[in-house]
């Protein structure tokens, strides 16, 4: 429980973090991605809208209960021949993960893209209209996309980890310094960013009610007749950017924090003979 509450702890301040310093950027992303609202103007105030709610009911509890359940998770695979599956892991933790966040990124959309002045609004309207449900419009698009994402982002860190380590000489019960958690991470980010593109841009088109459908084929389609294919890559310059930039920011605060917060259970004898158990 400890190893677990010191990684949520570090995985919540990590996302905070690395949101916040990125947050304009990622709504000059969703902006690119789907029609503001006329009138809304393009100056940098409307690019920060909602990122204290969005990061304080968002970020902190998304990344925070994924690495209170991954984490446990992946200490026991690292210590066993089924070290393969933390990809397999990290998909099934993002589950719970991202429909925890899902209402935050609903309100951030309709902020950013000048659908609603304030998160006040943004909630009277959305219940109003659609009613409590309309708060996780587009969660099928969320876990879709997330799922995989998940997977190949922290699949791809952890494998960038190993070669990493053996690259400097390092066992596998070494820490990788921040720097080296930073390479690791932009790399992991980068790929997933351009992989998951698509999702995305059908994702904001569903929360900004651009689409006139719910359904990720019929709203792809959509966007592929009345734009082209390469609307499906809108924003990918920036997505890319935010995730690879965010990841180099993410990983070592996460990884800091939690081995600060947490003894030095891995040179522990208990916890091998514990793991040893399974």
Known sequence: ????????????????????????????????????????????????????????????????????????????????EYQPFLPVASAVCAIPATM???????????LVLGIDPSVAVAIRHVTSEQGWKGLFAG???NLIRDIPFAAVKVGLYEIFVSYYKLWYGLSKKDKIPPQGAAICGVTSGIACAILTCPLDCINTAIKSG??????????GKQIIMSKGVTALFRGVALRSFVLGIGSSIFWPIQRSTAHWLQPDYEDDPEFHDRLEEF
């Open 100 to 110: 925890v966040g899902i209402p935050s990124d609903v309100i951030k959309k309709r």
């Open 139 to 141: 969660y099928h698009v």
């Open 1 to 80: 429980l400890q190893t677990a509450l010191a990684e949520a702890a570090g995985g919540a301040a990590a996302g905070a973090v690395a949101d916040t310093v990125l947050y304009a950027i990622d709504s000059a992303k969703v902006r690119a991605q789907s029609e503001p609202v006329k009138g809304t103007g393009n100056g940098l105030r409307i690019l920060f809208r909602g990122i204290v709610p969005t990061v304080a009911l968002g970020s902190v509890p998304v990344f925070g209960t994924f690495f209170f359940i991954y984490a446990p998770i992946r200490e026991f695979l690292h210590h066993s």
């Open 210 to 219: 651009e689409a006139t459908s719910r359904s990720i084929l019929k709203v």
